[in-house]
């Protein structure tokens, strides 16, 4: 296959930064297992520790607070399925608006899943979370609260000092998903309320297959893979030196520059706006993280608008992309109350640590030529 020229999906897995390539070349060279105590395996276990420490400091967590897995789905699995059996939950309560490994983990629970809607503009609505911890008393239940930082199909960022503020004080188990935050906002673990966090190395630039739950040290019983001990038992297996040593080296090159990409995503935003006035921006009225855009130009379908973008180089997505690679209806869109045909139409460009200008105009130039064929065709509305 060929590389696309404009790669415009980095919510989707960010480029390889070339620190964590150089990273991974120098790890494969060593030779052994990490837990072994002899010097090759000492090499490998310096490699972990270095790792740990760079991704807890991008985290504002401490060190010993993170548990690498092998995705933030595992992290997230963990969090939820462990975190449900460890601290007795009797339910699940999370947002409409969350990622499906948060949903799917929820549901595999067994536990009543409890869903918080989320507002027009994709905010959680805080007032049913109120509620939610109020039923939960009621019903002498412990709550698994189960909630995203920001939203990866909008970027709409949701008001995690209130979340905290709500749920921190309680007697309940408070996870966050934070995935799409991280390297973006700074987390602040450490000194924050959440019990758990998620987060993911390919969304900041090291590859995939390498994640870390970020546990306080009550939570240190929250455990999905006994196995061998590795991570002081909290996550079992062979820890992979090479991606966490790839994980460490792109958490400490993380640069991201909120101005730049804003401007981009602004660009894009105003192109659009000019080109098809009928435009629907998602989430516009929200507060959002600035990397990502999601619309949706009414009559134009995101299968075809895809496919055709794809044919000119332009690699974008929709608001949602099931792991089949098919065009899925996105539930986050529809909690947000917009309509079917709308949604249908929706596509995402996300922006990151390599992304410039010239990719914003590459993709107004591209929509610019897939409108006007459309028009010839006399699809468009
Ligand atoms: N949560 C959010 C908000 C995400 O955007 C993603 C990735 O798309 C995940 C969880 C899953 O991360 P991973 O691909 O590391 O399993």
Redesign the pocket.
Same mark, same amino acid.
């Given at each position: 296959m060929t590389r696309a020229a404009t790669y415009l999906d980095h919510? *989707?897995?960010s480029p390889l930064r070339p620190e964590a390539r150089e990273a991974v070349l120098a790890a494969l060279d060593l030779v052994g297992n990490p837990s072994s105590v002899h010097a090759h395996g000492r090499a490998l276990r310096n490699l972990v520790e270095t790792g740990r420490r760079q991704v807890a400091e991008l985290a504002g967590a401490e060190p010993k607070q993170v548990v690498f897995t092998g995705? !933030?789905?595992?992290?997230?699995t963990q969090a939820i399925l462990g975190g449900a059996r460890a601290f007795s939950a009797g339910a699940v309560a999370l947002s409409a608006g969350?990622?499906a !490994?948060?949903g799917k983990a929820a549901e595999a629970t067994g536990l009543p899943v409890w869903t918080i809607s989320l507002d027009g503009e994709g905010r959680i609505d805080l007032d049913q979370l109120t509620v939610t911890l109020q039923k939960a008393e009621e019903q002498g239940l412990t709550l698994l609260v189960a909630l995203?930082w920001?939203?990866?199909e909008t970027g709409v960022i949701q008001p995690i000092e209130r979340i905290n503020a709500l749920v921190g004080p309680t007697r309940h188990t408070l996870f966050i998903?934070a995935?799409?935050a991280f390297g973006k906002r700074p987390l602040e673990f450490a000194t924050s309320a959440p019990d758990m966090m *998620?987060v993911?190395?390919?969304?900041i630039g090291a590859p !995939?297959g390498i994640?870390a739950l970020l546990v306080k040290s009550h939570a240190d019983t929250v455990r999905l893979i006994p196995g061998g001990g590795q991570e002081q038992g909290r996550r079992g297996g062979t820890e992979s030196a090479t991606l966490i040593a790839a994980f460490g080296a792109a958490a400490a090159a993380n640069d991201y520059d909120a101005e730049t990409l804003s401007a981009l995503v602004q660009r894009v935003e105003a192109g659009l706006r000019k080109l098809a006035p009928d435009v629907v921006i998602f989430g516009q009225g929200a507060n959002r993280i600035g990397n990502v855009t999601n619309f949706a130009v009414p009559g134009v379908g995101n299968a075809t608008a895809m496919m055709a973008l794809d044919l000119m180089g332009l690699s974008v997505s929709s608001g949602s992309a099931c792991s089949s690679g098919k065009v899925g209806a996105s539930h986050v869109l529809a909690a947000m109350g917009v309509p079917r045909d709308l949604a249908n139409c929706a596509l995402r460009v996300s922006f990151g640590w390599n992304s410039t200008m010239a990719d914003a105009d590459a993709f107004l130039a591209g929509f610019e030529t897939l409108l006007s064929r459309q028009k010839r065709a006399g699809k468009a509305a």
């Open positions: 919510n *989707a897995s995705s !933030a789905t595992e992290a997230i969350e990622h !490994a948060v995203h920001v939203n990866n998903d995935v799409q *998620a993911s190395g390919h969304k !995939a994640g």
